[in-house]
């Protein structure tokens, strides 16, 4: 990503963020994003933001479990190995059930939090940004991004009218590096010119 | 003010006056603060039990299979009762954090981290007794269906055994997944206010990165609802297919078909009075009992009846089917080997502690008596490990051939590995209440503005007016 220029505002309160949040929109200043310490339902369709596919691709994931569990297994006693167990089939489907409902599942869940933590561009040792220690904490804190329309002190008043406290202005980094948290390494990568100065 | 709120004839899930901050101080700071001496000693206590259990195994793999009690006609005892006792405990906390997810009960949100970690625990515990009970562990990789060089000759994908294989470690890996997905929040909430810096660089490598973006909770939303519907089908498969170890056998006591929903149902009641037992000690200790409160403790009890009582419906038709079905080996089987003969006691054991005192909680008070729930949830678990025990050793221990009739008792390295697997599971849980939020954070703020008790109060204005007036007032209210 890039270092950029940003306005931040904190509210407390649900019941204020979301007007805010619309009148951010409406007022057509770049909503950032808004960080939550926990999911404030409705405030995705607030922010204007579409629904998430995740479960499509959980669903993609789930029939290539089945598929591969079938066509193995199948292929292990017809083809490759055809061995009499007792006399029964070669493919026995109901014996191979729980192992294809196993694998179903397995894979489903194994590529949803892969792809979770792909789109979330989470893992370990990344850092990203954190524009409020509490924004994990108790405060819904609301980035706006500065561009060469927005003047910072108008955004500032703005969200002091929306019933946000502490605003401030930060030069941040608005993607992720690795990094360490206990390090402020953030400088060093702020010598870069912010793209929107 | 939503439209929808709880009604305040619910009880609050978080008791006390609380906000956002507070639900932060309360379940975080234990983890800030130096474990007390109880908690040394607690860990102590499971390292030393960790330890003797490692010298057991060991005895056992150094010398042989031999050294257990195990003989021609039991060549299944405590090693697969143990195995089937701590799978049976690790279904609670899939079934709390999965299903009643789906059920949208919102007091799993106090117990379903905890129970969850147990899931994990449990289930690393169960997975040690068919291993070790291999005889050769160094060849536990057969079991895997690997390209190996033997022709390569593939596992039987047709037995009962390789679909615990598969259940087992699907079951482990995806409630590890599910937990540690709600866990990364929570983790980051740490980070953001630790004071120290080891600390700030740990929980930073543990919470991912996470800096609570809208769109990351969408998503993370989005998964946990999956991510339950997934778990939902498989904590029933799971003991199912551990059932199936047995059902699909021909002996006596264990060829049934009732077997896959009276496992589940029985996994379930042990699993339930393992959260009791843990979480009452838990709140205690880290003083939580304003988000632990009385009321998860009665829905569990309530569980516990419901699940004791379907246990209790299968014992009698299980002794129905067997004079019922008349099959004279059958018979023999339950009425006079296993409710009567020399094993008869574990028998009776078993039918008290599972069926017969569960049901004080079909009284209120006994339900919400802290006390009575302590006792009770290990009285059941007791009953449950009889239950395995009963199932395995009294099909077992009279043959169809009245000269390899045997009996059975415990060696010292079977208790000791059995006691092993205790400090494995006891210490897992000391250093996850020491180091983890033992309470999802992030859920109970979701939950505060409804079920919050200083916020329900104020409900009460509202529960007064008509539910036309309230309605109306809401669609008007911007």
Redesign the interface.
């Known amino acids: 990503m890039a270092v950029k220029n940003f306005v931040v505002g904190l509210f407390d309160d649900e019941a204020v963020l979301f007007p805010a949040v619309k009148k951010v929109r409406t007022a057509g200043y770049k909503l950032h994003d808004v960080y939550t310490p926990f999911p404030v339902h409705g405030l995705d369709h607030a922010m204007g933001l579409r629904e998430s596919s995740l479960h499509t691709a959980g669903f993609i994931y789930g029939i290539t479990g089945t598929t591969t569990a079938l066509s193995f297994m199948s292929w292990v006693f017809n083809v490759d190995w055809p061995l009499n167990i007792g006399g029964k089939p070669h493919f026995p489907l109901p014996a191979f059930i729980p192992i294809t409902f196993e694998l179903t599942v397995l894979f489903a869940a194994v590529g949803m939090v892969m792809t979770f933590c792909w789109l979330c561009q989470i893992m370990p040792g990344v850092k990203k940004h954190i524009f409020h220690p509490r924004q994990t904490d108790d405060k819904f804190v609301m980035v706006i991004e500065l561009t060469e329309k927005t003047n910072a002190e108008e955004v500032k008043s703005f969200l002091q009218a929306a019933g946000a406290h502490d605003i401030n202005e930060q030069q941040a980094e608005a993607g992720w590096w690795f990094g360490r948290f206990d390090k402020d390494d953030e400088p060093y990568l702020r010598k870069v010119k912010p793209v929107n100065a | 003010?939503h439209l929808k709120y709880e009604s305040t004839l619910r009880e609050p899930l978080v008791d006390g006056v609380k906000?956002?901050?507070q639900v932060?101080e309360d379940i975080i700071s234990p983890i800030e603060a130096k474990p007390g001496k109880l908690w040394y000693v607690g860990f102590f206590i499971s390292l030393a039990l960790l330890g003797f259990g490692a010298f057991s195994v060991f005895w056992q793999i150094y010398f042989g299979v031999g050294v257990w009690n195990l003989n021609k006609t039991i060549g299944w005892g405590w090693d697969i009762t143990n195995f089937v006792w701590w799978v049976g405990i690790g279904h609670a906390g899939t079934l709390i954090s999965a299903i009643l997810l789906l059920f949208r009960q919102g007091w799993r949100t106090g117990v379903n981290r905890a129970a969850e970690a147990m899931t994990i625990f449990a289930v690393m515990c169960a997975g040690q007794f068919p291993i070790i009970h291999m005889g050769r562990v160094w060849m536990a990789f057969f079991i895997l269906?690997y390209p190996n060089t033997r022709?390569?000759?593939?596992v039987?994908?047709?037995s009962?055994l390789?679909?615990d294989v598969?259940?087992i470690s699907?079951y482990f890996?995806?409630s590890l997944?599910?937990w540690y997905?709600g866990l990364?929040?929570d983790f980051?909430?740490i980070?953001?206010?630790a004071k120290t810096?080891?600390r700030?660089?740990l929980?930073?490598?543990?919470s991912?990165?996470?800096?609570?973006?809208?769109?990351?909770?969408?998503?993370?939303?989005?998964?946990s609802?999956?991510?339950a519907g997934?778990?939902t089908?498989?904590v029933l498969?799971v003991h199912t297919?551990v059932s199936?170890d047995f059902a699909t056998s021909v002996i006596p006591g264990w060829h049934t078909t009732i077997f896959p929903p009276y496992f589940v149902a029985g996994a379930i009641f042990s699993g339930f009075a393992m959260v009791n037992t843990l979480l009452i000690i838990t709140r205690k200790i880290l003083k939580l009992e304003e988000y632990i409160t009385i009321g998860h403790m009665e829905a569990m009890n309530k569980v516990i009846v419901l699940t004791g009582s379907v246990v209790g419906c299968a014992y009698l038709t299980e002794l129905f089917m067997a004079w019922y079905g008349a099959n004279p080996y059958e018979f023999d089987t339950f009425f006079k080997y296993r409710a009567a003969g020399p094993l008869g006691w574990s028998y009776w054991i078993m039918m008290t502690c599972n069926v017969i005192t569960p049901q004080v909680f079909w009284f209120r008070k006994m339900r919400r008596n802290v006390t009575v729930t302590f006792v009770m949830s290990i009285i059941v678990n007791i009953g449950m490990w009889f239950e395995r025990f009963v199932i395995i050793c009294t099909s077992l221990y009279r043959d169809y051939l009245p000269s390899s009739w045997s009996y059975y008792r415990p060696s010292w390295p079977e208790v000791g590995f059995y006691m092993g697997t205790f400090g494995l599971f006891f210490t897992c849980f000391f250093l996850f209440a020491k180091y983890f939020p033992v309470i999802a954070?992030?859920?109970i703020?979701?939950v505060l503005?409804t079920s919050g008790e200083n916020y329900k109060e104020k409900m009460e204005v509202y529960e007064e007016e008509s539910a036309e007036k309230f309605a109306h007032d809401v669609a008007h209210a911007?």
Do not use: C
């Open positions: 003010m906000d956002y901050h932060t269906p022709g390569p000759v593939w039987n994908f047709n009962p390789l679909w598969f259940a699907t890996t995806v997944l599910f997905s990364i929040p980051a909430t980070r953001d206010r810096k080891l700030k660089h929980y930073g490598i543990a991912f990165g996470w800096t609570g973006s809208t769109k990351h909770w969408q998503r993370h939303e989005s998964l609802l999956v991510l997934l778990s089908p498989l498969s297919i199936f954070v992030a859920e703020k979701s503005k911007h």
